[in-house]
C-alpha cells in the first residue's frame, strides 16, 4: 500500500517528504498492521474509524465504497491530513478495511498551505469535510469531488493524492483478498486476532519489571501566537499489573490559537511513547493499545471543544511525546532517552510563478526541519532526525526549485551544537532558502526557542541549542521571527533561515 500511493502522489509533499501513512484495520476499528511511515497519522486511525462508524454504520459499508473525512473533531488529525477508509467485504461480510492518511499541501484558509497558528477556530483552517462516501460502490462522488477542488489553491494536487490513495487502499483490499483465498476467512480472522493478542501480551511482560513504578513530568513549549506565556504539558504514569496509565490532569486549558491538539492526535502520541521506549522492534497494532489507559481533561490543549482551532497541532502532540518520555525515562532509564528536538521547523510557501513562458502559475510548497535526537546511555543521539510522530524527510532541494520560484541556499548540520555529557546529544540542522521573485507570502512555526523550552537533559547532561528562525534580507539586514510567523512577504534576494533545536546530553 505504502509503496503504491508514494510511487503515484501528485506533491512532493508525500513522495519526496513521506508525509503519508497506511493501514490495516479489522471490522471493529483495531489497528492490525501499519506501514513505517508517520507515527503521529497512523496512530489516529482506529479513533477516526470510530467517530466515522457512529456516523455511517458499517452495516453501511459496501464494497468499492470510498469514506473519506478530514474533520479534527471526528477523530481526525488537522484539516490537510485526509483520511480514507475502504472496507474489505468477503461474501458480503465486513473482514478489514484498509485506510490511508496523506498531508495535503493546501486545504484551503487565509494562508498558502493553510496550517495558521493564529487560527481562532477550526472554521477558519480550510475545508472541513464530513464523514462521508466519497466513492459509492465503485463510483465517485464527482460533485463532491467539484466541490473539494474548488475551495483549494492547488486542486490539480490535491485530486492527484486523493487517486494515489485510492491506489493504495485498492492494494490493500487486492492483497488481503488473496490472503483469504489462501487460508479462509475463518484462518484469516483466527490469525487477525492472534497477532493482536501476541501484541497485548508482549508488553504486559514487558511492563512487569516495573509494576508499582510510576513518575510525572511536565514541559513548556512557546504559544506566540495568542500570547506569549508558554503553555504547559503535564503527565503522571503508573505502571500496573501489566498496564500502564498516564494522567494528563494538570495540562492546561485550551488556547485561541491553532496550536491545540485534538484528541486523536493526543491518543496517537501517547501510545508512540509507550510503544518507543518499551517495544521499539515488534510489529505495531492496537493489541498494545489494550494495556494503556488515558486520562485526558476536557477542554485542554490536547482535548479541546470544537470549534477550537488545531491546524499547528502537531507541535503540542509532539509535546504529548515528549513529556511522555520524560515520565518514562524516570521509570526505565535503560531504554530511554534524553530529551530530542521537538522545534519541528515548518514553512509553508506561496505566490506566483513567472519564470516560464505563458501565464504566472500559482504554486504552494513547503519543508520541515529535522534536528538532534537526545542521548541514551552509553550512546549519543542522532542528528538531523525528524523525532516522534513526523518521521519526515527533508524536501529535496532540486525538488524545491522546481516546484516554485524558490532556492535552497544552503542546508548543514550545525557543529557542536549537541547538548553535552557522557553522550552528547545529535546535532541541528539550519536551511536558508532564498525568494527568486518578489512578492511570496511565507508562513510558519517551531517550538523550543528559548532556554524554558529547550530539550531536558537526562542525568545531569546539557540541554539542547534552541531552534531560531530569521529573514536576511537582499540588502543584508537580518529580522528576527517569532516562533509563530504568518503572511510574512519575502521578495527576491530575501533568504528565509530555519535551525532547528539540538538533542540533549
Known sequence: MSTALRRAAYSPIIWDMID???GLLDAEGNLIAQA???PAQLGIMSTAFRHIAGVIPTLDWRAGDIIICNDPYAGCSHTPDIVLFSPILIEGKL???????AHHVDIGGPVPGTENATALEVYGEGLIIPPVKLYDRGRPDRNLLALIARNLRDPAATTGDLNAQIAACRTGERRIAELVGKYETAGFLARKAAVLDHSHTFIRATLAPYRGKS???EILIEDDAATTAPMRLAVRVSIGDGSLAADFTGTEGQRPNGLNCPVASTISMAHYAVQAVFAPDQLLNDGFNRAITLTLPDDS?????APA???????TEQAVADVMLKALAQIAPDLSTAGSQISFPTLGVGGFDRRHAGQPRYFV???????GMGAARNRPGASGVDCHGSNCALISAEIMEMTGPVRVAATRLVPGSGGTGAASGGLAIERAYEALDDDLTVSGYLQQIGPATTPWGMEGGGSGAPAAVWITRAD???????SKYIGVKLNKGDQLCLRSARGAG
Open 36 to 38: 513505517p511511515t508517520i
Open 215 to 217: 513518575a510525572q513530568a
Open 301 to 305: 490543549l490536547i482535548n479541546p471543544r
Open 365 to 371: 510548497t513547503g519543508d520541515i526541519l529535522g534536528g
Open 309 to 315: 482551532a488545531v491546524s499547528c497541532r502537531h507541535l
Open 20 to 22: 503519508y501513512a497506511c
Open 95 to 101: 473482514i478489514a478495511v484498509t485506510s490511508t492518511v
Open 476 to 482: 543584508g539586514r537580518d529580522e528576527p521571527l517569532p
